[in-house]
């Protein structure tokens, strides 16, 4: 019996996992990151529904947070508010140098990179922007992140 | 053959409830794919919409502090019962006939706008300003969308009661039996106005582009759902893929109902609903922007509401 | 009805999505991807870290050597390090598989060190220079370019001068 609700609560798990919904929260970001982003679901050389996901147009039904740009001063609160919006499990994906670092603006009076001393991130994507490919593995490897909180 | 099931079963099990939510689901799954493949792109697995249940149900509920905490998680609940009890009064020609203690044309048509009440409350009950713009938008395509329904129903039925030699009947195994007898309304010249009309409705009521404007993502961010998540989030989508099956079945039922007896007939249902699904939906939906709501109005004020007022004319005087 | 025309196409030519990330993909060979250092061709002139756009490259002083390193978390892949080398030490390469967990994050970088030598005629120290920089043809034999890499910079120009051209 105990195999049985073990083998069910692990094809659930399994199940859950192939459905990751994605939220992009632009930082501050040139958009260079975000139109990469973008490319990822419209285009359909890149076709991130593959693995499941689908750009929601809400923080509260997101399971995989996309967060690009440098945090500049003036969205620093809104990004936070919104941040803590999105409900548990969830994985932080930093696309682009720009939140690992402050990318070209590192030391700048106005970004308050790198991004980590404010919340968590889970997987980083160095690029500058990174290729729409280099995102996709990205987001692979936050799904496998996310497979083990859930 | 089943000529009626004792009526909880019918709306729990099959019919309703169980059975027309794999139905409803199957059809979204066959939806996403063939849209992806219209689009060149690859596209989901088939199954992709029971996955999206299945993590729902493993988030949390957030309730936000200035939402109305009873009716913000009271109304997706309704909307989904509704709906199951709706597609258990959906009859499947040859098959399944509803038990009369269910209700006949006119409960069905009552249940048919809980779905988009239940959207508007729950827009207005998140205490958000996009639920707020979402509610009023739901609002203005539910009036524009109801009168159309109102008529063409009100054709069909007075054209069977008519035929059977009364006035009117809203018992839809009446129109059915009618229709088996007198060739189905779809091949009618005299229903063609009501066939447009009903053509232009259901867009507007499954909420597909052109007509997903109350809850388009781009515009006022997922509008009334903009505050659910988890499993609130996940009634909300049995709630539209209930609805699907409701829908499509009552257009079957009201226009195209011949089908063999027994089994077949529900097979024939199946395809059927799979066919107006991926013709009727996915390729209108891949190939149209989305109206303005003003627009989308002034729409359904003209034409739809033009052809439905016609049909009743021409029905009552032939 | 373009678009009928257009659905159609898309149905019978089927997807024409990439198979990444289920197949390889295709990448350009002069895409401007993960930074290479060839420690034997660096000269430490250091233009590199003069133009690096971001500041990702460092070079520090340490009491073995100059140490080269280069963050490629703040690294824009500009490609302005390789092209303002002399002697083709830093290029990049088309790699772009970048994506890492961020505990990792501090271990995506390069990080050499160029050493001190001691001169061979006065003793001080002095920085050994590149044993084989790229493009570039001093008119000297190979033993001769061995013996002026270990002298420091003054006892060189000693040298040289009393060699003559």
């Known amino acids: 019996m105990t195999t049985l609700i073990q083998t069910l609560s692990k094809q659930t798990r399994n199940m859950a996992a192939s459905s990751p919904w994605i939220y992009r929260i632009n930082a501050g970001s040139c958009n260079g990151c975000d139109v990469e982003c973008a490319t990822t679901a419209l285009i359909p050389r890149y076709d991130v529904e593959r693995l499941g996901c689908q750009y929601c147009g809400s923080p509260r039904h997101a399971d995989i947070v996309l967060i690009t740009g440098p945090l500049t001063a003036r969205v620093k609160d809104a990004v936070m508010r919104v941040y803590a919006e999105v409900p548990e499990p969830k994985v932080t994906v930093a696309v682009g140098v720009c939140p690992i670092s402050g990318g070209i603006f590192r030391d700048g009076y106005a970004v308050h990179a790198p991004i980590d001393q404010h919340l968590q991130v889970d997987v980083n994507v160095p690029g500058c922007p990174p290729r729409p490919q280099a995102i996709i593995e990205g987001i692979a490897q936050a799904i496998a992140i996310w497979r083990e909180r859930l | 053959m089943l000529e009626s099931l004792y009526a909880p079963i019918a709306a729990l099990l099959f019919p309703g409830g169980l059975f027309a939510l794999a139905l409803g689901l199957a059809l979204k799954g066959l939806d996403r794919r063939l849209a992806a493949r219209l689009q060149a792109r690859v596209g989901p697995p088939l199954a992709q919409p029971v996955y999206d249940l299945v993590k729902l149900a493993k988030k949390r509920t957030m309730v936000p ?79 524009a969308y109801e009168g159309p329904l109102v008529l063409v129903v009100a054709a069909v039925a007075m054209r069977t009661g008519m035929g059977m030699g009364g006035v009117i009947s809203f018992s839809l195994t009446d129109i059915i039996t009618y229709q088996q007898n007198h060739g189905a309304f779809l091949f009618d010249p005299v229903m063609w106005p009501a066939l447009l009309a009903f053509l232009a409705f259901y867009p507007a009521n499954l909420g597909i582009i052109p007509f997903d404007i109350p809850e388009a993502e781009t515009e006022v961010l997922e509008g009334p759902l903009l505050e659910y998540s988890g499993p609130a989030l996940g009634l909300f989508k049995i709630m539209s893929a209930l609805k699907a099956v409701v829908v499509l079945g009552l257009g079957v039922a009201l226009f195209f109902p011949i089908a063999p007896a027994g089994v077949a007939g529900l097979l024939v249902q199946i395809a059927k609903l799979v066919v107006l699904m991926l013709i009727g939906v996915t390729v209108v939906r891949v190939s149209c922007g989305r109206m303005r709501i003003d627009q989308a109005f002034r729409f359904f004020l003209k034409w739809p509401l033009a052809l439905s007022i016609l049909s009743v004319a021409i029905v009552a005087l032939v | 009805m373009n678009f009928v025309k257009t659905l159609i196409r898309n149905l019978v030519h089927g997807p024409s999505t990439e198979v990444y990330p289920f197949g390889p993909a295709w990448t350009p060979t002069h895409f401007r991807g993960r930074v290479e250092f060839k420690l034997s061709s660096c000269t430490a002139c250091r233009a590199c870290e003069q133009v690096c756009a971001p500041g990702a490259i460092r070079f520090d002083k340490t009491p073995e050597g100059l140490r080269f390193l280069l963050w490629h978390n703040t690294c824009v892949f500009c490609g302005l390090c390789e092209h303002y080398c002399p002697t083709d030490a ?39 220079s590149a044993p084989s920089p790229a493009g570039v043809e001093p008119p000297f034999t190979a033993e001769e370019i061995e013996l002026q890499r270990n002298l420091c910079p003054a006892c060189r120009k000693k040298a040289l001068a009393e060699r003559g051209v």
């Open chain 2, 65 to 143: 502090d200035l939402a109305n905490e009873s009716v913000f998680l009271g109304a997706p609940l309704i909307g989904a019962v509704s709906m199951a009890l709706a597609a258990a009064l959906v009859p499947i020609p040859g098959f399944y006939t509803p038990s009369p203690v269910l209700g006949d044309l006119l409960v069905l048509l009552y249940l048919l706008t809980v779905p988009a009440i239940v959207l508007m409350i729950a827009g207005s009950a998140s205490g958000s300003p996009f639920g707020a713009i979402g509610f009023s938008r739901e609002m203005t395509m539910m009036l």
């Open chain 3, 90 to 128: 830093i290029h990049q390469t088309n790699n772009w598989h970048m994506a890492h967990a961020t505990e990792h994050q501090y271990e995506m970088k390069i990080q050499q060190l160029i050493p001190y030598v001691s001169c061979t005629a006065c003793g001080a120290k002095a920085l050994a």
